[in-house]
Every structure is written in C-alpha cells, then in structure tokens.
C-alpha cells in the first residue's frame, strides 16, 4: 500500500520552531517530487516547499510565505521529508500535508492526512 504519514506537528509559541516530519511506505520518496502544503480550515491548499529530484541533486523551491523560514530536505535513507519551520508566526496555524507533488490538484498523487500546528501564545 503506497502511504504517507506526516508528523511533528504542535502547539508552539510565536517564534519558535517546529520540524514536520514526512514518512513514506511502499514506494521510493526520492523517486518523486514532494511537496509541503497546508489548509485553514474553508480555504484552499497553500504550497509552501518543494523538494524535486533531478540529475544533478534535490532542487528546492519555496512560496514566498516560506522563503527563509521554512527549510525543506530529505533523508532518502529512511524514506523521509521534513520541514523545518522557524520563526513561527500566528498566521501560520494550520494542517500541514505532505504530498507526492508539487502542485495540488491530480488525483493520482498520494497525499498524507494532515498535521495540526497551532501558533499561539
């Protein structure tokens, strides 16, 4: 069964950091493209990092809501993304989902079911 698991996530202060963790069974992680998102509950998915493969090593890309503060990388060792969140601010509260794409919106993409982060003092 091809699955993702995502983790890490929690209840935080303005500030502070938070590293989400990303775990996939049944296929080869490094093999795709993996995406961070998250969702506020009523709106759509916001793409926050990318992590693709290519010939010469991994490419990042980040949304402009992330860039420099937010830290994607893989450890294909253990079939594992993270993301690592600094400098965490009120409005970044939300369910964060990991996913086998850069952009949402296929349905042949695999998808984790969430993590809670709360910002929050």
């Known amino acids: 069964q091809l699955q993702i698991v995502e983790s890490g996530g929690d209840l935080v202060q303005p500030g502070g950091s938070l590293r989400l963790s990303c775990a996939a069974s049944?296929?080869?992680?490094?093999?795709?493209?993996t995406g961070w998102f998250r969702q506020v509950s009523g709106k759509e998915y916001e793409a926050l990092a990318c992590?693709?493969?290519?010939?010469?090593?991994?490419?990042?890309d980040y949304a402009d809501s992330a860039k420099g503060r937010f830290t994607i990388s893989r450890d294909s060792a253990h079939n594992m993304v993270y993301l690592q969140m600094n400098h965490l601010r009120p409005e970044d509260s939300a369910v964060y989902y990991c996913?086998?794409?850069?952009?949402?919106?296929?349905?042949?993409?695999?998808w984790g079911q969430g993590t809670l982060v709360t910002v929050s003092s």
């Open positions: 996913a086998t794409t850069c952009v949402a919106g296929s349905p042949n993409d695999i």
């Open positions: 992590i693709t493969p290519t010939p010469s090593g991994d490419r990042s």
């Open positions: 049944g296929f080869k992680l490094s093999t795709y493209s």
